[in-house]
Structure formats: structure tokens, C-alpha cells
């Protein structure tokens, strides 16, 4: 009998998906199932059938994964319909070490699918979080507001506003600054940030932006408060320790012309500068303006640091194209680009300008195993690599990983 849309079926789910979908079989077809772990049997609706896959949601959990934990938010348990489930916390039903093996074997099995490399690292947690439960690290959170001014998080894969009374993956001045029991008519985003200084503060839908001031070590850096800065308390120093430690410096040139690319406001062209010195010459290249602004105040006291505006692909044309320059030859490229990964024609046009070393920071698997795959196709290889969890109880998972030529 054919199985119609809303109606539940009994699955068992075999692997997690990158997205943090379950992956179970029916009548051979995949089926993503949310809310379930691998190894569980559960009853899931059908919300989706397309023709090469379906989806659906767990109402019920028929046989329980021993790694199945109340969840961390109980506005988003199975215990609701699945229409009424808060949605960013889509690993919170997952003891938190079970969450960085599945991680690891997600980012195992992207490299091993789109970047035809065998390599297995494990997810490492931040310090601190473990024994807090990986529970309030994000230092910003966006909320959104439905018709009748109410406040809250979007429903997972939907745009229904869920109603919470807390947010327990928010610093606690974050969750104490969201307007949750508010009536905010007329509006329809808030954004709630902590800085490094001047306490929680609200940005309310386009409101103009305003510079904030956050702090890694020593370090300052001015940014505007709707401007991108990395969402877990410790990340910026995270991954600032994890790309000083990525290169490798029997390849790292101070005078060679190095890239800090996709470079926001300078963070990890400064963690290049504070390992090899302020000498060290470093251009870093992003296509916000604002954000250029900033990194290059940020950057100011690098006697060898330089900002440009542009977009990266605009940016390398130029340079292949430039006379009497070294361009990237021998140099030490830092590539963090946003979630859909580098792409093949910037791919393409990096390894054609011979740098010596690429430190990739990736916060998606797939777009990064995809760019590992066309870097190897020109003759790179991944060197070293490891993965962080700066986003307990989701799927989300940060890597950071150095590419060399085949032939280093
Ligand atoms: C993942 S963030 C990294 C920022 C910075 N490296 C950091 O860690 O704070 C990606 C940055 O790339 C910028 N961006 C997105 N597309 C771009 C493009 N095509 N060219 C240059 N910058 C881009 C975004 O504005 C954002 O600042």
C-alpha cells in the first residue's frame, strides 16, 4: 500500500548525515529522519517524498540508542508535535561525546566521498565545555519575531517562531538579555550579542551598526556589532591556536607574499603576525566593506599587514595578473570561507599560483571535502588536519587543515 505524506512508518536509522539528519532505509529508499540517533528503531512522519529521497520527523522512539539523553531544551524534545520543536539544538537528544563521534565520522566519510582522502581526526572539545555539558557557549544568537510579536527561535527547517523560556546554549548574559517574554510588534529580527566589554546588548532588525570590541588574549579587535565574529566564547582563540599550530614553518616565507582570504576583520591574519612576527608580510582580503574597515584598524600596528576590499575570486584574478610581483609563490595562505566552501574556480586559481602551504578553516565538511577533492585533483594533499566542536548540540563542526603540494 502506498505510504502517503503525514503518515508514520517504522524506521531504523543507520548513520548520521551531514545536516545531523539520521539516514534510514524504507522499500530501498533513503529516508532522513530528524531526532533520531544511529542504531535506534523509531516512528517517524513522512513530511517530504521526493523522488530520490524522503523525510521525516520521530514521534516516537521504538528502541533507544543508549546514547539517547533527555534533551538539553525542552522546547525542542520529541515530547512535541514536531511542527512546535524549537530548532538549533538538533544533536541535544545526544550525550555530548556520542555528538564529536558522530561529528568525527561525518567529517571521515565527507573526506572520504568528495575529497577521495582517507583520514579519521578526532572532534576536539572546547576546554570547559565537557564539564558544563557543552551548555552556554554562544556569545550571539538570532531570534525572530512572528505576526503577534512574540519572540523565539524558528522551528527546525521552517519559519514557524516557537515560543521558549530559556536558551541554554546562550552565555548567560545573552539568555538573560533576549526578550523571550516580550511582544516586539512590528519587528522581525532581534539579534542578542555579548561583546568582550559593555555587557548584552540587542540589535533590532536593519538598526544601523554600532562598533563593539572583542578580545582574544591580548589582542583587540573593533568590529560592528551586526558584523561577523565567531558565535562560541572561546572560537576566536580556538582557532587562532589551531592555524598558528597548522603551519608549517619549514614553508612559511615572513617576505613572501602570504593571504589571509575571506579575512573578516583580520583575526587570523593577526594570528599569523603574533606567531611570525610583525614583519611578516600578509594581505588580508574580504568583501565587506565595513569589515575591511576594521581589520585594517586591527591590523594597523603589522608594519607588513595590508587590507583589501574585494571579493577573493576578483582578488586572485588580479594578482595572477600582476607584473613584477612574486604574487602567492612560496607563500602561506589562510582560506576561510564562508559555509559554501572556496569553489573550484578560486580553488583553481590559488594552486596556480604556487603558494608554499593553504591552512583551511572550514566550518562545513562537505564544501571542504569538495575543495580537498579539487585540490588533490591539482596536486595538493592534505597534510594535517583537526576538527573542533565549537557548536555543541548541533551538527556543526569547525576544521581547520593544511594543504600542501603532492610533491612537498
Ligand atoms: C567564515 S567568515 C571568516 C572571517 C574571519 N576569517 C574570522 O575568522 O573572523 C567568512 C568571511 O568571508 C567574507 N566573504 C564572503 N564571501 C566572500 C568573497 N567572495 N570574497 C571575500 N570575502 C568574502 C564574509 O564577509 C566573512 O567575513
Redesign the pocket.
Known amino acids: 500500500m502506498a505510504i502517503a505524506r503525514d503518515q508514520d512508518v517504522e524506521l531504523t536509522v543507520t548513520t548520521l548525515a551531514h545536516g545531523g539528519l539520521g539516514i534510514a532505509r524504507l522499500d530501498g529508499r533513503v529516508v532522513f529522519v530528524s531526532d533520531a540517533i544511529p542504531g535506534e528503531t523509531v516512528r517517524a512522519r513522512v513530511t517530504e517524498q521526493k523522488k530520490s529521497f524522503w523525510r521525516a520527523d520521530t514521534v516516537e522512539v521504538l528502541e533507544a540508542s543508549p546514547h539517547r539523553r533527555e534533551h538539553i531544551w525542552a522546547e525542542a524534545s520529541i515530547e512535541r508535535a514536531p511542527e512546535d520543536r524549537a530548532g538549533g539544538a538538533d544533536l541535544g537528544h545526544i550525550d555530548l561525546s556520542h555528538q564529536r563521534e558522530l561529528k568525527q565520522q561525518v567529517l571521515r566519510e565527507s573526506l572520504a566521498r568528495f575529497g577521495k582522502v582517507e583520514r579519521d581526526v578526532p572532534v576536539e572539545p572546547v576546554t570547559g565545555d565537557t564539564g558544563v555539558n557543552g551548555l552556554g557557549y554562544r556569545t550571539r544568537i538570532s531570534l525572530h519575531v512572528a505576526g503577534g510579536g512574540t519572540v523565539g527561535p524558528y522551528a527546525a527547517r521552517s519559519n514557524r517562531v516557537i515560543p521558549v523560556q530559556s536558551l541554554p546554549l546562550a552565555v548567560a548574559e545573552v539568555a538573560e538579555a533576549a526578550p523571550l517574554a516580550e511582544k516586539m510588534v512590528g519587528v522581525q529580527r532581534v539579534d542578542v550579542l555579548l561583546a568582550a566589554e559593555g555587557g548584552a546588548r540587542l540589535i533590532i532588525d536593519e538598526q544601523a551598526p554600532s562598533p563593539i570590541v572583542e578580545r582574544v588574549g591580548e589582542r583587540e579587535f573593533q568590529l560592528d556589532d551586526g558584523g561577523?565574529?565567531?558565535v562560541h566564547r572561546s572560537a576566536?582563540q580556538v582557532?587562532t591556536d589551531a592555524v598558528q599550530e597548522a603551519i608549517i614553518p619549514e614553508r612559511f616565507d615572513a617576505a613572501a607574499g602570504n593571504l589571509?582570504?575571506?579575512?573578516?576583520?583580520g583575526?587570523?591574519a593577526a594570528a599569523v603576525g603574533d606567531r611570525f612576527g610583525e614583519r611578516t608580510r600578509i594581505t588580508s582580503?574580504?568583501?565587506?566593506e565595513r569589515?575591511t574597515e576594521h581589520a585594517a584598524e586591527n591590523l594597523a600596528d603589522w608594519l607588513g599587514a595590508r587590507t583589501v576590499n574585494?571579493?577573493?575570486?576578483r582578488f586572485l584574478v588580479d594578482l595572477e595578473g600582476a607584473v613584477g610581483t612574486r604574487g602567492a609563490k612560496g607563500a602561506t595562505v589562510v582560506l576561510?570561507?564562508?559555509r559554501s566552501g572556496a569553489g573550484r574556480e578560486v580553488v583553481e586559481r590559488l594552486a596556480s599560483l604556487a603558494p608554499a602551504q593553504i591552512v583551511y578553516?572550514a566550518?562545513d565538511p562537505v564544501a571542504f571535502s569538495r575543495d580537498v577533492g579539487t585540490f588533490a585533483e591539482l596536486g595538493w594533499r592534505l597534510e594535517k588536519l583537526r576538527a573542533f566542536d565549537l557548536f555543541p548540540h548541533t551538527h556543526h563542526l569547525e576544521a581547520v587543515g593544511t594543504l600542501v603540494p603532492i610533491d612537498a
Open positions: 561577523f565574529w565567531q576566536a582557532l589571509d582570504l575571506y579575512g573578516g576583520v583575526l587570523l582580503v574580504e568583501s565587506d569589515a574585494a571579493r577573493v575570486d576561510d570561507p564562508p578553516v566550518c
